[in-house]
């Protein structure tokens, strides 16, 4: 298998990506691009072919510890990959997506269903209900003290939302709100009416499916 430096010079990425454009190369090639360089021991285009593999095996469960478990990548190049992706997802994979239903909502978050540690998220919705952005805002277990309608609503002021959808996952599986769930809506949905921002539901997520507040009349 062929070394980065014994590819000629028009088959390297780099020098192709200029004379063909991005939309030339495979992704390996196109990951080999944003890392730059491999590690010791292992050179760029092998290392890229392995996240490549992984991406094709289970892309929406990547995740930091599982690239890193990937021998010859650290936290930082890592980091580089995820946060290309998180671009990507917030400028051109949302883009005219409508949320209609907490099912909408689930299938817009089901990478968060399989993580180990609950994820509080806040997506924000345009006066049509289409997305605007998507944020976790805390990640641990949920109370009423740590969720703070601060961290909910200022950013959906920011991004002039009509409205907003809050969920977490459950990692037991369980989709049977707690009593801090219950709380916790309660008390946004106080502040939501505050400041003219609509709490359109809260979805409870599992790898079991999802428990929606306002299909169950709770909202």
Not at 81 to 92: K, N
Not at 163 to 174: C, D, E, V
Request: charged residues 25%; glycine residues 6%; hydrophobic residues 40%.
């Amino acid at each position: 298998m062929s070394r980065i430096h014994q590819l000629y010079k028009h088959e390297k990425p780099r020098e192709k990506l200029l004379a063909r454009g991005a939309q030339s190369l495979k992704a390996y090639e196109l990951l080999a691009v944003l890392l730059g360089s491999g590690t010791q021991g292992k050179d760029v285009i092998n290392l890229s072919k392995e996240i490549a593999k992984l991406f094709e095996d289970d892309f929406e469960g990547l995740s930091l510890e599982r690239l890193t478990a990937i021998h010859g990548l650290g936290d930082a190049k890592a980091m580089q990959i995820l946060s290309a992706i998180e671009l990507s997802r917030r400028y051109l994979i949302k883009q005219n997506i409508k949320i209609a239903s907490a099912a909408d909502v689930h299938r817009e978050l089901v990478a968060y269903v399989n993580k180990k540690q609950e994820h509080f998220i806040v997506m924000t919705l345009d006066g049509t209900n289409h997305i605007i952005e998507k944020r976790v805002v805390f990640v641990g277990t949920l109370n009423q003290s740590l969720v703070h309608p601060r961290e909910v609503f200022t950013d959906a002021i920011c991004d002039r939302a009509a409205s907003i959808i809050i969920a977490h996952n459950h990692p037991s599986g369980q989709l049977i709100p707690s009593d801090a769930d219950k709380r916790i809506t309660r008390r946004l949905k106080e502040v939501a009416d505050m400041v003219g921002i609509e709490l359109l539901d809260h979805v409870i997520l599992s790898r079991e499916g999802y428990y929606s507040f306002e299909e169950e009349g709770i909202v």
